[in-house]
């Protein structure tokens, strides 16, 4: 499942066992009916504002609201920036080729 979806799922899941239908929610949280529906469904990812009127109406703390969700870096093989020279600055940025390993503590070669 996506993060959305995850989500979505746990605020569904929140917002059922406090007995709350999905106008009420919307109601306590300032927010319409239709948007609730759709972060629920997985459709619509809210803003973290949205996340805390959210927690609010369900009466839990925001990170209730992620529990289950992990994400995970992507394996990045290689890349490069490019250089350009400010006259009066010098080079802002250099033409570096990157490598990098799986893993979080894997350093990039410069």
Known sequence: MSFAEDFGANLRRLRRSAGLSQEE???RASIH????????????????DTVAK????LEVEPGVLFEGIVWEPGSVQCGEFFASEVPGLGTVQRK???????????????
Not at 40 to 47: A, K
Not at 54 to 57: C, D, K, R, T, W
């Open 96 to 110: 570096v080729k990157v490598e990098r390993r799986q893993g979080r503590d894997s350093q990039p070669a410069a």
């Open 25 to 27: 929610m919307s109601f």
């Open 33 to 48: 009916r239709i948007a609730v529906g759709m972060i629920e469904r997985g459709e619509r990812v809210p803003r973290a």
């Open 54 to 57: 959210l927690a609010g109406s």
